[in-house]
């Protein structure tokens, strides 16, 4: 038996570090070649990484939030042959030792609170043994799932490798009737829940790039934002005929691709909204292209896909190259061609709705326009109180390189083609 000691490999696109995101095996486990063993985020991209062997894990190095550099050893294998041990002489001097062989002690329970009387009810189950220093292993969405049940991980027991947890191991818990709640007599009929528990994670990954995106946009830019309203009743009324009369195969229109459309116009006339802006070598840098990023919430948070050259499509190639993106995105299939590259951003909260907000902008770009969903309210038109279909437009631009009078310029555009929405289309 030999050891084959792995480096992180070069993921390419010029990428030097990965963060450890979630390691999908441990200590002891049996993998076969392929079989994916780690989930890296670089800059661009998060990229689950495969085993280079059939073997059995010996250590695993770095923990969910630590950097790796491409090159240096981040497991190792006992496999048959003589391996590569030599290669674990680069391994960087934090490591995670194999996990110590005493249990970990089970948490104390919660007091329970005083209640006036005794009442059945489910009991909060103990931790379920783990080597010390190690945790419950689950994917993203178990988490997730987990965290909306009040239910803390470490009390269920899971089936997968290294007690890795899955959704029938959750539902099985669930089922059991085991929670991390304590729970009081009904008062007034009505039973009451008394949640105590908590939960601690590392800011990480995704969450971490937000994180940091969002204070250098917010800490560097000076924001301002504008806010208007559109009447869209007559935009509503082409939306509705269009998609009756819509060609075999072509997909069903939203708002979205209109206001594309609006925006390839409004842009073309004020070209200092759309652009970039180095702010170190203090170059703006203004595109004639006009590349999209359609902000998209996911179970994992939230990406920016990128509809490239919207002002060389139609508005059925508008919906259809949107829908691609988003959706290979949610689904996590989304390559680093389709999430980079955005000269303006759309953030849209959807049926969500809401009067205004303040978006924040997808640095290094220079304004942002907030999309509010539309609802008929009564509005004066002509001296009269009538219904209208209307839809409020927050945005938000950068003050450094976008006066005021330009930002509020480009949304008056943008409303006047939603408002009169044959004009999107001369």
Known sequence: MG??????????????????VEWMVAVGDVVKEDDPILSVMTDKATVEIPSPVDGKVTKVIGEAGDILPVGVVCIEFEVEGSGNASASEQAPAKTEAAPAKEEAKPAPAPTP????????????????????????????????????ANISLDHVAGSGPAGRISHADLDAHIAGGASGASRSAPVGGRARVELNGTETMKVIGLRRKIADSMIASYSTIPHFSYFEEVDVTALEELRQHLNATRPEGAPKLTYLPFIMQALVKALAERPECNALYDDEANVVTRHEAVNLGIATQTDRGLFVPVVKHVEAMDIWQSASEMGRVTSATRDGKAGVEDLTGSTFTITSLGRLGGLGATPIINKPEVGILGVHNAKDRAVVRNGAVVIRRMMNLSSSWDHRVVDGHDGATLVQLVKTYLENPATIFM
């Open 3 to 20: 050891t084959f000691a792995f480096k992180m490999p070069d993921i390419g696109e010029g990428v030097v570090e990965g963060e450890v």
């Open 113 to 148: 609170a005083p209640v006036a009387a005794p009442a059945p009810a489910p009991v909060a189950a103990a931790p379920v043994a783990r080597a010390a220093g190690t945790k419950a292993l689950a994917s993203p969405a178990v988490r997730q799932r987990a965290r909306e």
